[in-house]
């Protein structure tokens, strides 16, 4: 399903064939959390964003609406209109960090919703059913995120439950694949490593998930306020024990430069909130740096958010009229922020993808790295 097309140091460039299209690594995943991506940009614009994945919350549609309104309602492809590949987490991020009151025992976690208090029990079995009923292309196995830092005996316990419950999450996952009234029954399964910001756990813990023979791996537990030298060692260290010919994920980063240092050490899969996030909130994401839109200097500025971007946005609206619709809290200045903002993420891991089919990713990060981390100064 996998296929390595080219290698530039630790840097790959490849593509991952699933049941609702291929994929083209590295790719950035645009964040629709509740089917949506926030700030009002539809799937319809996604496909003019050159989004080639969306990525969907378990744990929030499983709140709501149900994800047997969704399976009624013909998967989430049908739902949302978006008939490209769909990655949907497993919702043990969002149990551990949302629930209000929550119990972690072998069979899984007995939590409150966050929204009314009303009790809810998820282990693997029901992660990958509610991950079946929504009928993505790519499911996530349950696992326990575990707060950073921890102490060590606890993060060693937890990854070894991590495995008993990846265990039981491809099981299920075979078992629902194999029903006539599945709707996908092509469903793939990644794995995740865990072990907070342990070397020696990490590297144990994607040892044991390698041997499981997954669709893709996925590295977890990062980006929640470790520093970033502390992250990309991480990653440093579990990278050569990853498979090669599969796919390997890092969950919920990050910046452009997170990106781009990220591909440096072997990385294809991202997603974050924060294209859509900063857009939301006037930080615009540019080739130049991060700007601040609502600045007073752009009061009469008749340029786009960014010279170099032919996004919708960046084609039609100046610097000027933008700061006004934040300024007049009119709905549609975060929009056409969104959409620039996703439009430079895909952008981005497309220039990533043609710097190593053409063999100057170095370069690239050179040039880039630092630069999309800084100011704007126009």
């Not at 290698?7 to 790959?12: F, H, N, T, W």
């Not at 991202?270 to 909130?281: L, T």
């Not at 960014?306 to 039609?316: K, L, M, Q, Y």
Request: hydrophobic residues 35%; contains cysteine.
């Amino acid at each position: 399903m996998f296929t390595l097309l080219k290698q530039e140091g630790s840097a790959r460039r490849g593509q991952f064939e699933t049941v609702h299209g291929v994929i083209q690594t590295p790719v950035f995943m645009n964040v629709g959390t509740s089917a949506a991506i926030k700030g009002a940009v539809s799937s319809i614009d996604l496909k003019d964003l050159k989004c080639q994945v969306e990525l969907c919350n378990t744990y929030h549609l499983h709140i709501r609406p149900g994800d047997g309104v969704i399976y009624k309602m013909g998967g989430l492809h049908k739902f949302m209109n978006w008939q490209r590949p769909i990655l949907t987490d497993s919702g043990g991020f969002q149990v551990f960090s949302l629930a209000k009151l929550r119990k972690i025992k072998e069979e899984g976690v007995y939590f409150q919703s966050h929204l009314d208090g009303k009790k809810i029990f998820m282990g693997p079995e029901e992660s990958m059913r509610i991950q079946s009923h929504l009928a993505s292309t790519i499911a996530m196995a349950f696992d326990e995120c575990v707060e950073n830092p921890a102490p060590k005996s606890y993060s060693k316990s937890s990854c070894d439950r991590t495995v008993r419950w990846l265990k039981r999450s491809i099981a299920e996952m075979k078992r629902l694949n194999s029903r006539e009234d599945t709707i996908n029954p092509n469903q793939m399964l990644f794995g995740i490593n865990q072990g907070c910001t342990f070397d020696d756990l990490r590297i144990e813990h994607m040892k044991q998930i390698a041997d499981l023979g997954l669709d893709g791996y996925a590295i977890g537990g990062l980006a929640v306020g470790e520093p970033t030298e502390v992250m990309y060692r991480i990653i440093e260290s579990v990278e050569p024990y990853m498979p090669k010919d599969k796919p390997r994920y890092l969950m919920g980063v990050g910046t452009p430069s997170n990106i781009i240092e990220a591909v440096y050490r072997g990385v294809d899969f991202f997603d974050c909130v924060m294209p859509s996030r900063n857009g939301r909130h006037a930080t615009i994401f540019t080739w130049g740096g991060i700007m601040h839109v609502t600045n007073s200097k752009y009061t009469l500025d008749e340029r786009p958010l960014d010279p170099e971007c032919d996004c919708p946005t960046c084609r039609n609206f100046s610097r000027s009229y933008i700061r006004h619709l934040f300024k007049s809290d009119e709905q549609l200045g975060g929009r056409l922020a969104v959409q620039h903002n996703l439009y430079f993420y895909n952008t981005l891991t497309e220039r990533i993808r043609a710097a190593l089919d053409e063999g100057r990713f170095e370069e690239f990060r050179n040039r880039y790295s630092a630069l999309l981390a800084g100011k704007l100064d126009d």
